[in-house]
T-cell receptor, first 111, second 110 residues
Framework: GESVGLHLPTLSVQEGDNSIINCAYS??????FIWYKQESGKGPQFIID?????DKRQGQRVTVLLNKTVKHLSLQIAATQPGDSAVYFC??????????FGAGTTVTVRA | SQTIHQWPATLVQPVGSPLSLECTVE??????LYWYRQAAGRGLQLLFY??????ISSEVPQNLSASRPQDRQFILSSKKLLLSDSGFYLC?????????FGQGTRLTVV
């Protein structure tokens, strides 16, 4: 993921619009990627994952896109709701034991 | 599914005091256990991970240490806290590459 330690970028979205959250990863050998959602004061929670042999995966209101050529991952949230306000992290599997997390993006949904 | 118990939820400690944060896990046996730190407004930094009892790997040099005295117990410690140790500490277990997190401990060193 992006270098840990950077200040989190932010995304402000109108309720009902679609959100796109981007993540660049660094390790071309990473074969598994996950998006997490972290609400204030809580631990991160799993949203959706994708393996490197896929370029798109859809869940309920969420879609993850993987572009291995440019090492880019994105999370799309359809019809963003107030409950989607949170910090979103991408994570990459860098070896058998570790998940490396990106710096995260703070999403704020405007009513 | 995994359940991670982490306590305390919040902690205010003076500089120079010791620290002990405990994490216990319910679910699969011999889990891979992790301590992450999240500074205010920043991402998750991996501090330690353990693939078995007594096996600790440190990711970054720091003022903290970790121990795993039992299969499902992971402890984060410090002998003397620094102001820079303030942050949100998360215990996690990773099973088949999916991470499950505890609710975190917010540590404020004053």
């Amino acid at each position: 993921g992006e270098s840990v330690g950077l200040h989190l970028p932010t995304l402000s979205v109108q309720e009902g619009d679609n959100s796109i959250i981007n993540c660049a990863y660094s390790n071309s050998a990473s074969d598994y990627f996950i998006w997490y959602k972290q609400e204030s004061g809580k631990g991160p929670q799993f949203i959706i994952d994708i393996r490197s042999n896929m370029d798109k995966r859809q869940g309920q209101r969420v879609t993850v896109l993987l572009n291995k050529t440019v090492k880019h991952l994105s999370l799309q949230i359809a019809a963003t709701q107030p409950g989607d306000s949170a910090v979103y992290f991408c994570a990459e599997n860098t070896n058998d034991y570790k998940l490396s997390f990106g710096a995260g993006t703070t999403v704020t949904v405007r009513a | 599914s995994q359940t991670i118990h982490q306590w305390p939820a919040t902690l205010v400690q003076p500089v120079g005091s010791p620290l002990s944060l405990e994490c216990t896990v319910e679910g699969t046996s011999n889990p891979n256990l992790y301590w992450y730190r999240q500074a205010a407004g920043r991402g998750l930094q991996l501090l330690f991970y353990s693939v078995g009892i007594g096996q600790i790997s440190s990711e970054v040099p720091q003022n903290l240490s970790a121990s795993r005295p039992q299969d499902r117990q992971f402890i984060l410690s410090s002998k003397k806290l620094l102001l820079s140790d303030s942050g949100f500490y998360l215990c996690a277990v990773i099973v088949v590459l999916e991470a499950f997190f505890g609710q975190g401990t917010r540590l404020t060193v004053v």
